[in-house]
Nanobody, 118 residues
């Protein structure tokens, strides 16, 4: 069982920044892909960004150039730096961990609320 604990959410004005953190209960060194997803009220959960074991990031088009995903294997933590936030970024943000070369699994955190409003 892998526990993922998100933190760093909150209320921010449009144009502001937040940094989300996802702390894992195990070493993330071998985890194939770590990711951030979000779910706005009345909408389906959507992919925001992922980062591979080798450090390769991918982003959904709506956040490219504004969000940056990173991982610190020594701290077993994944980050999502969010800049130039927009009201449409308002959602619950979830951390996700997918498998290792030896074991298939998918784990989710409990989520952290991000609200962008003036």
């Amino acid at each position: 069982q892998v526990q993922l604990v998100e933190s760093g959410g909150g209320l921010v004005q449009p144009g502001g920044s937040l940094r989300l953190s996802c702390a894992a209960s195990i070493s993330i060194f071998s985890i194939n892909t770590m990711g951030w997803y979000r779910q706005a009220p009345g909408k389906q959960r959507e992919l925001v960004a992922t980062i591979t074991r080798g450090g390769t990031p991918t982003y959904t088009d709506s956040v490219k150039g504004r969000f940056t995903i990173s991982r610190d294997n020594a701290k077993n933590t994944v980050y999502l730096q969010m800049n130039s936030l927009k009201p449409e970024d308002t959602a619950v943000y979830y951390c996700n961990a997918r498998g290792t070369p030896d074991r298939a699994f998918v784990y989710w955190g409990q989520g952290t609320q991000v609200t962008v409003s003036s």
